[in-house]
């Protein structure tokens, strides 16, 4: 059973940062797409960003300019850099894996990182 191991999360102010970092095994940072989604209290959970094994990234409206997704294959990280960090996006932010094989989807879930956004 492959782990992902995410850290950086905290409290910080509006219009502060944070940097959300996912590790995980080489197997993983070879093949998968790799995201970061959010939860928030009450509602479901959402995609905030995706980045293929080759680099390409996609974003969710809310976050795009603000929140930057980057992965580094050969260090197998994977890095949510979160700028001008508003109330609304409080929530448990978790890293996800993706393989997409012929015989059906392969899906990895780290245990969440909770980021709060408060003055």
């Known amino acids: 059973q492959e782990q992902l191991v995410e850290s950086g999360g905290g409290l910080v102010q509006p219009g502060g940062s944070l940097r959300l970092s996912c590790s995980g095994s080489p197997n993983i940072f070879r093949t998968f797409t790799m995201a970061w989604y959010r939860q928030a209290p009450g509602k479901q959970r959402e995609l905030v960003a995706s980045i293929t094994s080759g680099g390409l990234t996609e974003y969710a409206d809310s976050t795009k300019g603000r929140f930057s997704i980057s992965r580094d294959n050969a260090k197998r990280t994977m890095v949510l850099q979160m700028n001008n960090l508003q109330l609304e996006d409080t929530a448990v932010y978790y890293c996800?894996?993706?393989?997409?094989?012929?015989?059906?989807?392969?899906?990895?879930w780290g245990e969440g990182t909770q980021v709060t956004v408060s003055s």
């Open positions: 996800h894996a993706q393989f997409l094989p012929p015989s059906g989807s392969i899906d990895y």
